[in-house]
């Protein structure tokens, strides 16, 4: 019998004396932070579940690819956002890891404004808003449940966004978007 299936972005195995085992590829998710200290959060409409919650952009991590120049991708290719930072969280999050490793590391990005004229939803990835959000409307989102995907919640609070430090103390650290180590 077969113990290990294995797909683009995730591996099922079996454990003996355990069950079955996910794992999957390491993946990004960005605290992108406008330039007025507001957060900017996506609305999806996740069509597995048929739910809807507003989300930190994120994704995976191509081949041998930066983290935060994953994070940075990923923020443009699903937001149209651009940063002029970013630095990567040093705490790497696990999503569940009594089920196997869901390693997601957290991108802060600072200074982030739209492309163009404002930002593009990518439809097709499930994306229907983007909009900017302040600390109390962000609070709010999480008690009502309207932010209730782990990895934006857990991004936000290791981001110490929630905590209101100043832009400025975030991004004292942050190298700039073109000044990446490969």
Same mark, same amino acid.
């Given at each position: 019998?077969?113990?290990?299936?294995?797909?683009?972005?995730?591996?099922?195995?079996?454990?003996?004396?355990?069950?079955?085992?996910?794992?999957?590829? &390491?993946? !990004?998710?960005?605290?992108?932070?406008? %330039?007025?200290? +507001? !957060?900017?959060?996506?609305?999806?409409? +996740?069509?597995?579940?048929?739910?809807?919650?507003? =989300?930190?952009?994120?994704?995976? !991590?191509?081949? *041998?690819?930066?983290?935060?120049? #994953?994070?940075?991708? =990923?923020? =443009?290719?699903?937001?149209? @956002?651009? /940063?002029?930072?970013?630095? @990567?969280?040093? *705490? !790497?999050?696990?999503? #569940?890891?009594?089920?196997?490793?869901?390693?997601?590391?957290?991108?802060? /990005? #600072?200074?982030?404004?739209?492309?163009?004229?404002? &930002?593009?939803?990518?439809?097709?990835?499930?994306? $229907?808003?983007?909009?900017?959000?302040?600390?109390?409307? $962000? +609070?709010?989102?999480?008690?009502?449940?309207?932010? *209730?995907?782990?990895?934006?919640? /857990? /991004?936000?609070?290791?981001?110490?966004? @929630?905590?209101? +430090?100043? #832009?400025?103390?975030?991004?004292?650290?942050?190298? %700039?978007? *073109?000044?990446? &180590?490969?």
């Amino acid at each position: 019998m077969r113990r290990t299936f294995d797909f683009d972005w995730f591996k099922v195995r079996w454990l003996p004396r355990y069950g079955w085992i996910l794992d999957r590829s &390491p993946a !990004v998710v960005v605290v992108p932070i406008s %330039p007025d200290d +507001r !957060v900017w959060l996506a609305q999806l409409e +996740r069509v597995p579940t048929g739910t809807s919650s507003w =989300e930190l952009p994120g994704g995976g !991590v191509d081949g *041998n690819e930066d983290i935060v120049t #994953a994070g940075l991708r =990923e923020l =443009e290719e699903e937001c149209t @956002l651009v /940063a002029k930072r970013g630095r @990567l969280h040093p *705490n !790497v999050l696990e999503l #569940a890891p009594g089920m196997g490793r869901f390693q997601h590391y957290v991108v802060i /990005a #600072a200074d982030v404004v739209p492309k163009g004229r404002r &930002p593009v939803p990518q439809r097709e990835e499930g994306i $229907v808003a983007i909009r900017r959000f302040d600390r109390p409307s $962000v +609070r709010r989102m999480l008690r009502t449940g309207r932010i *209730n995907v782990h990895a934006t919640v /857990a /991004a936000l609070v290791v981001s110490g966004w @929630l905590d209101g +430090r100043t #832009a400025q103390q975030r991004s004292d650290r942050a190298r %700039p978007a *073109n000044d990446r &180590p490969r």
